[in-house]
């Protein structure tokens, strides 16, 4: 059955104990997010905030928003750092940040998918999503929420599908536009994602650190990637798609880092955009 909203809640719940496991990956998200600004601070894709360092970034900012499909994950997230009644944290749940997922839930690998399905996936969460979001904010952060955005492709319509890589870069555009829209202009967008695992790249787990940093041109070379996420497709898209070269100032890249989860090692890229100052385009 294709259920994106509960294959989401799912993988909260699965996850909502592992607040241990997710301790290195916490300190690298965190650091990045604490050093990216100030002001208001939005995360998108919050879930359990266990790659949250919450208390530290509730330091670091005026104001913090999480934001993810699955309220009660919030709950619990805040609840277990001690700050659900933190006056300067907000919690929105129960957002779609594509605008499209009920629409995709009816999709199967038999569906057609046609001009207008891709153009809302691109634009509705920019369109749609970032007015009903109380933007914009000095830092907006996807934190792992790239990849099972376009998993939710995967599972609906299938690669074999003949639109399955259209629907993969409509939703990837999807995403980053709604990053560099949620920013106030002079502000930061932060893309996290996880790139391949030990299920694409079985050594991941035993390289040394000093190899990661070239590791994702080799992967994607090999075709060892997660499906739209390879970092050098990414920095094109924000260089080509009109929609977000028009808002970008710049774009710096930050090394590869290895998180384990659930018996697996996941190789982790971010790159922080600086939005153009100015009014918005």
Known sequence: MNDPKGRQASFNAASRGEWDAFAGHRRHVSALLGAAGSGRLCVLGAGNCNDLDLPALL?????????????????????????????SLRRLGGVDVTGMLDAVAGWSP???????????????PAGRVAQALPGPFDVVASTCL????????????????????????????????????????????????????TDTFPTLATLPDAALADLPARLARERRLFHGVDPAVLLTAFRRDPALSARVAGLEPVSPWRWQLHGRTYLVWALKCRVAPGPLR
């Open 59 to 87: 330091n670091a900012y005026r104001e913090v928003t999480l934001v993810d499909l699955d309220p009660a994950a919030l709950a619990r997230g805040a609840e277990r750092q001690g700050v659900a009644d933190h006056p």
């Open 110 to 124: 038999r569906s057609p998918v046609g001009p207008a399905d891709l153009a809302a996936l691109a634009e509705w």
């Open 146 to 197: 790239l990849s099972p955005l376009i998993g939710n492709a995967f599972h609906a319509v299938g690669e074999a599908h003949p639109e399955f890589l259209a629907v993969v870069q409509a939703i990837r555009a999807g995403h980053l536009r709604l990053l560099t829209r949620l920013a106030a202009p002079g502000g930061t967008a932060v893309l996290i994602t996880d790139v391949a695992s």
